[in-house]
């Protein structure tokens, strides 16, 4: 019998493919959320969301994901992924 899931190749290519879905529709449905808030909150919220309960490696993938495209991720995800990038970015060269 054939598992729903498939298992990776040996390139591990359908994983990163399954990996990045998951980011992608768990990214949207945080963007929906806060598409209910006001305008000027949905992107500092979706960042700060996502900033916040996101380990480092899940917020690489998913800005690899956009810096390849990005085709899935609804315009206030991207936008929101572009702050946050932006935030860690003066963060990080403020604590060097």
């Known amino acids: ?17 399954d990996h990045a879905a998951r980011l992608v529709r ?3 449905q945080i963007g929906a959320f806060f598409e209910s808030q006001r305008v000027d ?15 480092k490696k899940m917020r690489r993938d998913i800005y690899a994901y956009l810096d390849h495209g990005g085709e899935e991720l609804s315009p206030t995800v991207i936008a929101a992924l572009q702050h946050l990038r932006s935030m860690e970015k003066t963060i990080g060269h403020s604590r060097k």
């Open 26 to 28: 768990m990214a949207n």
């Open 1 to 17: 019998m054939r598992s729903a899931t498939p298992s990776p190749d040996a390139q591990g290519q359908p994983y990163q493919h």
């Open 41 to 55: 909150l949905r992107i500092p919220g979706v960042a700060e969301h996502i900033g916040q309960f996101w380990d």
